[in-house]
């Protein structure tokens, strides 16, 4: 058995489910709404306050489902109460971030600022030379954040670029003379 996929999902005060045919799960809860629309196969059960996800075989395939269900309602539970977020850095001389309504404006070293619009359910705030990604789904976070630093990847001499604020750039020596 999946030992992901057997665990119960607590379903937190304050939050509401609601699970329709087809598997389409809606959560709702105090920071917004979430829906998403799950593997038929999978069984969804939601029993007082937890929701138990079950596998009808236990094929390969199955067995990988299991787990990704259960994380995935997890996920959007957490969302709805406390929310996402990701923090970005800017490395470089002359590399900064703007805020200008829902743009974000970047100075990467181009000819050309690069903006980037904020999607919908995201929201980014720029502190010094940090870039903060929050919402409340784990999934839209990550995309952005990883679209921003896909912009200008941190380079393994200097450094420069945008990284994570957990992320470990492995340096290189540059070259050396005879």
């Known amino acids: 058995m999946s030992r992901i996929g057997r665990l119960p999902v607590e379903i937190l005060a304050g939050v509401e489910v609601k699970l329709s045919d087809?598997?389409?799960?809606?959560?709702?809860?105090?920071?917004?709404?979430?829906?998403?629309?799950?593997?038929?196969?999978?069984?969804?059960?939601?029993?007082?306050?937890?929701?138990?996800?079950?596998?009808?075989?236990d094929l390969k395939k199955m067995k990988a489902l299991h787990g990704l269900t259960r994380t995935l309602i997890f996920n959007m539970i957490e969302g709805v109460t406390k929310g996402y977020s990701k923090t970005l850095e800017i490395n470089g001389v002359g590399y900064k971030a703007n805020k200008q309504g829902k743009k974000l404006v970047l100075s990467l070293g181009y000819s050309h600022p690069v903006e980037m619009e904020d999607?919908?359910?995201?929201?980014?705030?720029?502190?010094?030379?940090?870039?903060?990604?929050?919402?409340?789904?784990?999934?839209?976070?990550?995309q952005y954040a990883a679209e921003i630093r896909f912009k200008r990847p941190p380079e393994p001499y200097k450094g420069k670029g945008v990284k994570y604020s957990d992320e470990i750039i492995r340096r290189k020596e540059g070259k050396t003379g005879k």
Not at 26 to 50: C, I, N, Q
Not at 119 to 139: A, F, L, R
């Open 119 to 142: 999607p919908e359910g995201i929201e980014s705030k720029v502190e010094g030379n940090k870039i903060i990604v929050s919402g409340i789904s784990k999934e839209k976070v990550g």
């Open 22 to 57: 087809n598997n389409h799960i809606t959560v709702k809860g105090p920071k917004g709404t979430l829906e998403r629309t799950l593997v038929p196969e999978m069984k969804v059960e939601v029993e007082g306050t937890t929701i138990k996800v079950t596998r009808p075989s």
